[in-house]
């Protein structure tokens, strides 16, 4: 490797003066103009991670996600397909915010060092990006870290965000017993419809479904997948709405699912008929949601919550019929937002556990991994569900005793290739979503009666510097201003139902209240109460 080279290129690459960039829950995202530079150096710590990990290869995911179009962002995928370790967030962070090129290469070297990283062994690299036109650059300034630093390159171009996971884990384990798939986009739809037809297992979807794509990447790459669909085979008809890349502007605008998760309402179009089946997907294809509109009562949302409640109990119900009870341990992963209702149902009705993680896909993913079985999802939507190796293991070699343990062995090995095991995946959720619905024989309505949401609002509220505020207990309650959460406290006692909390956004400069309660005016008034004490 050479200084010089390094250097030179990333003299072409200048980072914008007078900011503190930040290693976030989604890496580092803000106004695509401020990326030329700080793609430069993700790609520098990218080639060292590489390295580190003895020439396994590492994703470049470029994306904003539900932002809107004018911003971008660049986050680093670990071989395993699952999100880069959290120590290295604080390198990632440290080079980004090197105050001039010289100081960089040094920091580079440094921490090669430190790191005992051997910087003359191969490293690779692979990149990909949403539909935004500024990720075309961004990607130039990657490419040229990549070949400053002597780093074997692919780039994959537009992908969705699980489909980066999902080819940085198949290039990692090509050739091995756990090999996770064809190396190609390709491959990923094939496995995902063959996963289909298997969890099916002769059930047919009924009813048409419509998908509306927040105008991203999930669109073409949903057309994509049903070129390799028959929906002679399963009964699935989709129409994909809402799939205009061709415009950057329309972009997660006033659609997709941060809009409908947020505004509680449909998007504005093309406007769903009343009994029609609807979900939307973010502007990278990482979450998703559920609704439609009822003839008598209006819009009804199916969030993550309910697809992790659905997920749970129809895995739990195949593992009892597998007689598989007792052998594998099956838990649930929410953070603080998810509705109290939904946990209440997983815990008294379905007995499985509940587990409350901080905010961000990592802890929920993290602590998932603890269990044979472990589902996730934050609210918003996104989410999957994790088996362990042995689950897999089981499913495959168990011996069934009756035709309905054969069919249930066989649902959840299914599952095990259909679900994305590297990361939320919509496109891959909501196949899932349509093998339960089609097993259970349930419509929206039936998925919605299971229990009934406990009214709830989140606010945002404007406070002078958010980093005085400190949480414990999985965010749920504040350390920090001192006697700021027994004023909350205070005020939530004088509810019945009623749950409330406040922290700092990870992602906008800005403090979070969520309150819920027995009834909205009561969910209402407890919000602005504890909004009013954070201010
Ligand atoms: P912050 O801004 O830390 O609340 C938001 C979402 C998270 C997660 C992250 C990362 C809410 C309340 N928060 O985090 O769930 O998606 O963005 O994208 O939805
Ligand atoms: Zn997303």
């Known amino acids: 490797m050479d200084r010089d080279a390094i250097l030179a290129a990333s003299k072409k690459h200048d980072i914008v003066p007078g900011r503190v960039y930040k290693y976030g829950t989604a890496g580092f995202r803000m106004n695509a103009d401020l990326l030329d530079g700080v793609t430069f150096r993700v790609g520098l710590l990218s080639a060292l991670r590489s390295r580190k990990l003895n020439g396994q290869t590492i994703g470049v995911m470029i994306t904003a996600s539900h932002n809107p179009a004018v911003d971008n962002g660049v986050k680093i995928v670990d071989p395993m397909g699952d999100m880069l370790e959290q120590e290295w967030e604080v390198h990632a962070t440290n080079l980004v915010n090197a105050p001039s090129h010289e100081e960089l290469v040094d920091y580079f070297y440094k921490l090669a060092d430190s790191l005992k990283i051997d910087l003359t062994s191969p490293g690779k690299v692979i990149a990909g990006r949403d539909t935004r036109p500024s990720g075309k650059t ?31 884990r198949c290039i990692n384990t090509a050739g091995t017993p756990g090999s996770y798939g064809e190396v190609s986009e390709v491959g990923y739809y094939k496995k995902l419809v063959e996963a289909f037809y298997r969890a099916l297992h002769g059930r047919r979807v009924s009813g048409k479904l419509n998908v509306d794509c927040a105008n991203g990447v999930g669109g073409p790459k949903l057309t994509e997948l049903l070129k390799h669909h028959d929906s002679s085979k399963t009964g699935l008809e989709v129409r994909v709405a809402n799939d205009d890349v061709l415009r950057p502007e329309v972009l ?65 119900d195949l593992i009892r019929t597998a007689g598989l009870e007792g052998q594998l341990r099956i838990g649930l992963i929410q953070t603080a937002y998810a509705n ?50 042995d ?10 005793q009756s035709p309905a343990q054969k069919d249930a062995l066989d649902t ?92 700092a956004s990870g992602t906008e400069n800005a403090c979070r209240v969520y309150a819920e309660a027995a009834t909205r005016s009561e969910a209402d008034e407890l919000a602005n109460k504890v909004a009013a004490i954070v201010k």
């Open 412 to 503: 959840l090995s299914a599952l095990g290739d259909l679900i994305n095991q590297t990361v939320g995946d919509a496109i891959s959720d909501m196949l899932m979503v349509e093998v339960i619905l089609a097993h259970k024989g349930w419509s929206l309505r039936d998925w919605a009666m299971t229990y009934q949401d406990l009214p709830n609002r989140l606010v945002r509220v404007e406070v002078g510097n958010k980093d005085l505020f400190r949480t414990t207990d999985a965010e749920r309650k504040l350390s920090h201003p001192e006697h700021c959460q027994d004023e909350i406290d205070k005020v939530v006692k004088k509810y019945t139902n009623a749950r409330s909390f406040a922290r």
């Open 252 to 316: 997660n605008l006033d659609c997709g699912a941060d809009f409908v998760k947020t505004r509680q309402r449909a998007p504005a179009s093309p406007k769903p008929a009343p009994g029609e089946r609807w979900c939307s997907l973010d502007g990278d294809a990482d979450r998703l949601i559920y609704y439609w509109i009822d003839p008598d009562t209006g819009f009804f949302m199916l969030d993550g919550d309910r697809i992790a409640t659905l997920a749970a109990s129809f895995i739990a």
């Open 138 to 168: 961004l990607v130039t300034a990657l490419a040229d870290s990549l070949a400053a630093t002597n780093t074997a390159y692919t780039d994959f171009k537009i992908l969705t965000t699980p489909q980066l996971h999902y080819l940085t």
């Open 340 to 389: 109290g209702s939904s946990t209440k149902y997983v815990e008294q009705h379905l007995q499985i556990p509940v587990v409350c993680t901080p905010t961000g896909v990592k802890h929920l993913h993290h602590a998932a991994c603890s269990y044979d079985i472990g589902v996730y999802f934050e609210a918003n939507g996104h989410g999957t569900v994790l088996f362990s190796q």
């Open 391 to 400: 689950a897999l293991q089981v499913f495959k070699t168990k011996e069934p």
